[in-house]
């Protein structure tokens, strides 16, 4: 053994240091490199566990990335179905409205023709006909008392019974019993033959008949209000007896 491997080799682990040429206790620096190395290790240790959650993010992140545009598709898919749907039911909606509509239509037509068929199949009837119908019905009688009560005015009496037949007996019955129809009875205006003023009752009048010849516009071309009647029916011009020229009115 050499010199020098003696002075480095000492048996309490001291010797000299061949760059100082000190003496130094190389146990201390075997504990020193070993806490260092071990430290050292220590931070590559953790370095590496950063790295190995970096890389765990990474694929997390990219995971999750892959998820988002599978939804995003899915959504875009969504989206699309959920436009069909909507036109769909826009469609459904327009002909269930269109339906709707047609079936009201129908209705009404068909409550039209059913009005017009029961016009057409209702008994006409004057109006004074109409007027003891409902007289009798307001007493709560039966349809008896339409030919039997004592009350019954001359006109309907004359109507029903001065007749060559039954007819208007079997008329007022169906009225009573179906519903009527009011006639309407036809108008005349009363013309003055040599004047040509026409005759007229005073309206206001309520308790007698109070007639003049008119002289205000020409009640065939101008309208003349409900002050005063110019217009009578065929009994109430038998009833006055006045002569005078009968005109019809029209609509």
Same mark, same amino acid.
Not at 69 to 96: C, H, P, S, T
Not at 117 to 135: G, S, T
């Given at each position: 053994m050499t010199k020098f491997e003696e002075e480095v080799k000492r048996p309490d682990n001291t010797g000299i240091d061949p760059?100082?040429?000190?003496?130094?206790?190389?146990?201390?620096?075997?504990?020193?490199?070993?806490?260092?190395?071990?430290?050292?290790?220590?931070?590559?240790?953790?370095?590496?566990?950063?790295?190995?959650?970096?890389?765990?993010?990474?694929? =997390?992140? &990219?995971? +999750?990335?892959?998820?988002?545009?599978?939804?995003?598709?899915? @959504?875009?898919?969504? %989206? /699309?179905?959920?436009?069909?749907?909507?036109?769909?039911?826009?469609?459904?909606?327009?002909?269930?409205?269109?339906?709707?509509?047609?079936?009201?239509?129908?209705?009404?037509?068909?409550?039209?023709?059913?009005?017009?068929? =029961?016009? &057409?199949? +209702?008994?006409?009837?004057?109006?004074?006909?109409?007027?003891? @119908?409902?007289?009798? %019905? /307001?007493?709560?009688n039966n349809a008896l008392a339409l030919l039997n009560d004592d009350n019954m005015p001359d006109n309907v009496n004359e109507w029903l019974f001065f007749q060559r037949n039954d007819d208007n007996i079997n008329l007022i019955l169906r009225a009573w019993l179906d519903g009527y129809t009011v006639e309407k009875p036809q108008l005349f205006y009363l013309k003055h033959e040599l004047t040509g003023q026409f005759l007229a009752k005073d309206n206001h009048i309520k308790d007698e008949d109070r007639y003049f010849f008119w002289t205000g516009a020409n009640p065939l071309t101008h309208s003349v209000g409900t002050a005063w009647k110019l217009t009578f029916t065929q009994s109430e011009i038998d009833r006055i007896q006045c002569g005078l020229e009968q005109i019809e009115v029209t609509e």
């Open positions: 760059f100082s040429k000190r003496d130094v206790d190389f146990s201390k620096i075997a504990e020193k490199f070993t806490s260092g190395a071990q430290t050292l290790k220590s931070w590559r240790n953790y370095a590496d566990y950063k790295e190995y959650q970096l890389e765990q993010k990474d694929e =997390q992140i &990219q995971s +999750l990335a892959k998820m988002v545009d599978k939804l995003n598709g899915q @959504i875009v898919d969504l %989206k /699309g179905e959920l436009e069909e749907v909507r036109d769909l039911q826009g469609e459904a909606n327009n002909q269930a409205a269109k339906e709707y509509i047609d079936r009201c239509e129908a209705e009404s037509k068909l409550e039209s023709i059913k009005s017009q068929l =029961q016009q &057409q199949a +209702l008994p006409v009837v004057p109006e004074f006909v109409v007027e003891w @119908i409902e007289c009798v %019905k /307001g007493k709560k």
